[in-house]
């Protein structure tokens, strides 16, 4: 069973600076998809990025990126130029390909940016 | 573009109730997913419908159970209302095409209390 870990339960960062956010996850597939979601208060699970296993390109959306590192199973969140609106849970999820929507979730991060 | 719809946002049940939660997809998206996140927790895979027929499940007992509709939209009905229950329920909507990972998008949840 593939399981997903995020070992940092908050965080907190200043406005205008960087922050990473870790997640490692556990699976025997080769053919997977990983993403980045945001939580904010108002609850709605808003997609960051996503991911495909196969591509050794890191994906980048806007002051977002990742670092996925295939062999270590890890894919960790990059936050450029952190702004107030960035304060959520991010939760970082695990889909196979070929699944039935089965996306597997990490306990979540809280980020939270100070003025 | 219309997102995610659900309804209603809030809910609170007695032990033993049964329960109706209802989703829209977002426009052209023929598939809803269903989540349990209780709190403090990253979601739980429910199932999904796609064609009008449940697709996937995960580990939740039978009387979670659902509909989807030609129009796309679904329910979530849960029977015999337990403590345990209480959580936000996320529907999820997406666009199926063969076995490519669909991403997600997510509606705001009902937050359910069952008392």
């Known amino acids: 069973a593939q399981t997903v870990t995020q070992s940092q339960p908050e965080m907190s960062v200043q406005e205008a600076e960087t922050v990473t956010l870790s997640c490692t996850y556990d699976?025997?597939?080769?053919?997977?998809?990983l993403f980045w979601y945001k939580q904010p208060p108002s609850r709605q699970m808003i997609l960051v990025i996503r991911?495909?296993?196969?591509?050794?390109q890191n994906a980048t959306e806007n002051r977002f990126s990742v670092n996925f590192q295939k062999a270590a199973k890890s894919f960790s969140l990059k936050i450029s130029d952190s702004q107030l609106g960035d304060t959520a849970m991010y939760f970082c999820a695990f889909m196979r390909r070929g699944s039935q929507g089965n996306l597997i979730f990490g306990k979540g991060t809280k980020l939270s940016v100070k003025p | 573009e219309t997102g995610v719809t659900q309804s209603p946002t809030h809910l609170i049940k007695t032990r033993g109730q049964q329960v109706t939660l209802r989703c829209s997809s977002q426009s052209g998206h023929n598939t809803v997913s269903w989540y349990q996140q209780a709190l403090g927790q990253g979601p739980q895979f429910i199932f999904q419908?796609?064609?009008?027929?449940?697709?996937g499940r995960g580990n939740f007992p039978p009387r979670f159970s659902g509909l989807q509709f030609p129009n796309y939209s679904s329910e979530l009905n849960v029977n015999a209302l337990e403590l345990d229950d209480s959580a936000l329920y996320l529907c999820a909507s997406s666009l199926k095409v063969g076995l490519a990972a669909e991403t997600q998008y997510f509606g705001p949840g009902t937050r359910l209390l069952v008392l």
């Open positions: 699976t025997s597939e080769s053919n997977y998809y």
């Open positions: 419908y796609y064609r009008e027929e449940e697709n």
């Open positions: 991911q495909e296993a196969y591509k050794q």
